[in-house]
């Protein structure tokens, strides 16, 4: 909040001057003709609203389920007024300050100058230290001032320091498996479309216990149904939030060994793989230590192949970060957006940058847009000393931490599992059996995670279901200084992050022929990513884009056991306590929610065709209850002629569909066989699946001994609703 400036009642306060790391030593002022850009954010003009109607669009249960935004509409219905955009800017200039061009969503304004213009503009010095691992960084060694008629418009000036860059969250294993026979057989189900490595690539992996290969990870969270459906992204464009250059030459290595030559070429240039330059062109990739980047982009385009991959680039300023998120949401191109980077909460600038930095998230929920951060390595201890070494305090990562982003944190894959086999005519569906995975905790290291020392639990995680604990024992409002309720709790979700049982990448610090593994959670968040991209792109979810993530992830684990157990593979052994610190910061994984491993990790599809992926997609475009239509939904037979005998069988397959032709879950289906001779009927019906899946299908078996033909009708029990169609099945000589 402003505050009036004593002796100066033309000007207030805004903020207020960073704390300084301990043992910070200082050196005298910022040479006064240094360059230095700043952003001053804007409040929106009704933030309740904005809110309000970010949560609305996100969650099931509302009549404005996914009605996002029209491109362009932000700035206009919640945006700072252009009224106050135009005073805002001419008083910065007034001020001497160059002021950029101000996006169309209204929220922030680039400005730029000299360190003594910038001094003499915010009445305030700019303070050189250095600090104890001999870094040079310098603060404001006051709060800045502004005019007093710009004081309740602007919610924070970012850039007056450059204490807390942002950090990439991926780790080289701490040790490495001796490299299998080249042509090692990928222990994947390989499906057509999907990644394919070459054998470079598969050098070094082991489809026990790690590291692997994108094919490997691909068939253990179950995208490789998606791919066998058709699905690899097309139409689809992810946003990948870099603050380093990527090795373009690595990307092409990469995607030429998992798509082939040409595929692979033309997937590393334009159209497919976009740099958007943000405040200003980078220089050419460290090949040795820009691995964060080369990372990102090359797992998201062997996991969304036909996506387009905009990548976002921008130095890792105090800025930064921030004018990167400013430019995706307003461009509103890319319907997903992930992040790798991260700050330790307590550390990211402030309650007021934070705030600013939410309103940028709310922009994308309200807009459609899904946004995956990476938890962070540290554990529960998130914050760290200027030489890297977590600090002694437990605390969390943003954006990971932010309530309208979804924080992912880390697991060990210690298994891939295998996938299920759908019913045939010959083969009854088999189960499949899931992933072993613990908590990632190794070496040091381990997936972010705890409560939010800056932000109150969102109704997404507070009125979740009892039967996922997401309120534990230890759940607080102390940290937050919630009056009533309690903390957010991060990740939301997990995937892989073991640097020991991680991914392989072609980067040149791998030395060799390139090929190595690396762990952390920037390995999970870009894999999430791909799962909503490829969830995006399939034509069950009606191409609407499935936007802020979190409320339908509550909503659809909160289904019950049995729907919780068809989309989240439940992590339920381990903590992220590292060892150094005092037990009681130590969170274990359980039952459930944990803030550890979040809900789980992802199974995007299973044989039962009810994965987190149909979930998502069936859930109602609009709030409210979904209805059976008589005449959309269907009933089929899988075999129409089958032997008369009780070992012979074929299977009815109900499936219900509201009148739009959207699947439905959760009902109850009754089937009935009749026949029309007056011979009594044998028909035997068994239930395989008597509750609709997230695709809206029921199933059952049916066999008859007598020579005849059986028509079979269907009843939806819950709703009281006759289904018009019906299926015939003849029972023949043996």
């Known amino acids: 909040m402003a505050r009036s400036h004593a002796g100066a009642a033309r000007f207030v306060l805004v903020g207020s001057a960073p704390q300084l790391p301990p043992a910070a030593v200082r ?31 996100a969650t099931p249960a509302s009549a404005e389920f996914r009605r996002y935004l029209r491109p362009g509409a932000f700035g206009t219905r919640f945006g700072a007024t252009a009224a106050t955009v135009r005073s805002a800017v001419a008083s910065l200039q007034a001020l001497g ?6 996006r169309g969503n209204h929220l922030l304004i680039e400005v730029s100058s000299t360190v003594s213009v910038v001094e003499r503009a915010f009445a305030t010095t700019l303070e050189q230290y250095r600090l104890v691992s001999g870094e040079v960084v310098y603060a404001n060694a006051t709060a800045p001032r502004v005019p007093a008629g710009l004081g309740d418009e602007i919610q924070v000036i970012a ?10 969250t991926v780790l080289i294993p701490a040790r490495r498996r001796l490299p299998v026979p080249t042509g090692r057989k990928s222990g994947a189900t390989v499906v057509p479309g999907g990644p394919q490595p070459c054998a470079a690539a598969s050098n070094g992996t082991s489809s026990s216990g790690g590291p692997y290969s994108a094919d ?11 791919y066998a459906a058709g699905d690899l992204g097309a139409g689809q464009t992810v946003a990948v939030v870099e603050l380093e250059p990527f090795d373009a030459a690595n990307v092409r290595t990469y995607d030429e060994c998992y798509f082939g030559a040409a595929q692979g070429a033309a997937m590393a240039e334009p159209p497919h793989l976009n740099v958007i330059d943000v405040d200003g062109k980078l220089p ?7 691995v964060e980047s080369t990372l990102d982009v090359e797992e998201i385009s062997g996991f969304v192949p036909a996506a387009t991959i905009d990548v976002y680039e921008s130095p890792n300023t105090t800025t930064g970060p921030m004018d990167v998120y400013n430019a995706i949401v307003s461009q509103d191109r890319a319907k997903v957006i992930s992040s790798s980077w991260g700050t330790c909460e307590v550390q990211a600038g402030g309650s007021a940058l934070l705030a600013a930095e939410a309103n940028l998230f709310e922009e994308a929920a309200a807009q459609g847009q899904t946004v995956v951060a990476a938890s962070g390595d540290d554990g529960s201890s998130d914050c760290t000393d200027p030489s890297g070494y977590p600090l002694a ?23 891939l599992g295998a996938p299920g086999v759908a019913a045939t005519a010959a083969v009854p569906p088999t189960a499949a059996v899931p992933p072993k995975e613990t908590v990632w905790n190794s070496d040091g290291a381990a997936g972010g995670g705890g409560i939010s020392s800056v932000w109150a639990m969102p109704g997404y995680q507070l009125h979740s279901q009892p039967a996922l604990r997401v309120v534990k024992p230890y759940s607080s409002r102390i940290p937050c200084g919630e009056p009533a309720g309690f903390c957010r709790e991060v990740p939301d979700v997990s995937a892989n992050a073991d640097p020991n049982t991680g991914l392989m990448i072609n980067w040149s610090g791998a030395g060799g022929d390139g090929w190595g593994a690396l762990g952390g959670t920037s390995i999970a968040s870009p894999l999430w990513a791909a799962l909503v991209a490829l969830a995006d792109a399939l034509p069950a979810c009606g191409g609407r884009p499935i936007g802020f993530l979190n409320p339908s992830l509550y909503w659809i684990a909160g289904l019950g056991p049995a729907v919780y157990a068809s989309a989240f593979n439940d992590v339920r052994r381990g903590n992220n306590h590292l060892p150094q610190f005092p037990k009681w910061w130590q969170y274990g994984a359980s039952v459930g929610f944990d803030p550890v491993t979040g809900l789980g990790t992802p199974i995007a599809t299973n044989a039962a065709g009810d994965g987190l992926v149909a979930q998502l997609c069936a859930l109602p475009e609009s709030g409210g209850a979904l209805y059976a239509s008589p005449t959309r939904s269907s009933i089929t037979a899988v075999l129409a002629r089958v032997k008369a005998k009780r070992s012979a069988s074929s299977w009815i397959k109900v499936t219900l569909r509201t009148a739009l032709g959207l699947p439905i879950r959760a009902k109850r289906v009754i089937l009935v066989g009749t026949v029309t001779s007056p011979i009594k009927a044998k028909t035997r019906i068994e239930p395989v699946f008597v509750t609709t899946n997230a695709k809206g299908v029921a199933v059952f078996q049916v066999s008859d001994t007598l020579v005849q033909k059986v028509t079979y009708s269907a009843t939806d029990l819950t709703d009281g609703v006759v289904l018009k169609g019906s299926a015939t099945v003849s029972y023949v000589k043996s």
């Open 27 to 57: 050196l005298g002022r910022l040479p006064v003709s240094r360059p230095i850009s700043l952003d001053v954010a804007l409040r929106p003009r009704d933030p309740a609203g904005l809110a309000s109607f970010a949560s609305a669009v």
């Open 97 to 102: 300050l160059h002021v950029g061009a101000v």
């Open 159 to 168: 850039g007056l320091n450059d204490l807390s860059p942002a950090r990439p």
């Open 216 to 226: 490997e990870v691909a068939s253990a969270y179950g995208l490789s149904g998606l």
């Open 284 to 290: 050419g990739a460290n090949s040795n230590e820009d």
């Open 393 to 415: 305090n437990t605390a969390v990562d943003d954006p990971a931490s932010q309530p309208y982003v979804t924080g992912v944190g880390g697991s060990a894959l210690e298994s």
